[in-house]
């Protein structure tokens, strides 16, 4: 079953910070954070085992609540070069269901 | 510097006809995978692979066969292709054997843009 994630489009002013968050209705192993940046290939952020780690990837952070089976992506004073869209994969604990969310756009304005 | 490419960028192909989707990794990857990327509905997986000829059904595998027969190579059949598989199409590979314990990142190649007339 398919992560939300939320919102699914934001547009911020250079400078601003951002959360998107992305959130599962099955107990989850681990949350995978990517950008895709139009016309390019996604590329891996970071991954969040269960624990509740935070985990850091310059300005872009993450965080991961096990017992919401939640996960939410920082994005702190964002550049244009963070303009792309976002997906976040879960991993549930049972199985190896690896799956995708619909993605969050982002848009970074000078 | 890891790389994953695939046959084309772009492809036309005509309702019926039979098409294969290439993609190659130089990182001796255990797994690889088939995606499709639609407006809205976000990378689905087609079918993955977690070794030479295994094979597992993704999410929507109706209409689609892949095929492994050397590890660095897997590739995607359309076997009569459709109007609704008008779709960008991303290969990925990663480490591990498998998605269970430890997850490792996915490599993606550049994508391919199939459309079906």
């Known amino acids: 079953q398919q992560p939300v994630q939320s919102p699914q489009a934001v547009i911020l002013r250079e400078g601003e910070d951002a959360v998107i968050n992305c959130s599962s209705s099955?107990?989850?192993?681990?949350v995978h954070w990517y950008r895709q940046k139009h016309g390019e290939a996604p590329v891996f952020l970071m991954i969040?085992?269960?624990?509740?780690e935070q985990k850091g990837h310059e300005k872009i952070s993450a965080s991961f609540n096990e017992k919401k089976q939640q996960s939410s992506l920082y994005l702190t004073a964002s550049q244009l070069s963070y303009s792309g869209t976002y997906f976040c994969?879960?991993?549930?604990?049972?199985?190896?269901?690896?799956?995708f969310g619909p993605g969050t756009r982002l848009s970074v304005l000078p | 510097d890891v790389k994953v490419t695939q046959s084309s960028r772009y492809l036309v192909k005509r309702t019926g006809e039979k098409v294969f989707l290439e993609c190659v990794q130089d990182m001796d990857h255990e797994n690889m995978f088939w995606y499709r990327q639609d407006p809205g509905l976000g990378l689905r997986l087609i079918y993955f692979s977690y070794d030479v000829k295994m094979k597992e059904k993704g999410d929507i595998p109706e209409g689609y066969s892949v095929s492994r027969e050397k590890k660095e190579r897997f590739s995607l059949i359309l076997e009569s292709a459709s109007t609704n598989q008008t779709s960008m199409y991303l290969c990925?590979?990663?480490?591990?054997?498998?998605?269970?314990?430890?997850?490792?990142?996915?490599?993606f190649g550049p994508g391919t843009r199939l459309t079906v007339t």
């Open positions: 969040l085992l269960k624990g509740g």
């Open positions: 099955k107990a989850l192993y681990s």
């Open positions: 990925a590979s990663s480490r591990s054997p498998g998605l269970g314990s430890s997850s490792y990142e996915q490599y």
């Open positions: 994969g879960t991993l549930t604990s049972y199985g190896q269901n690896f799956v």
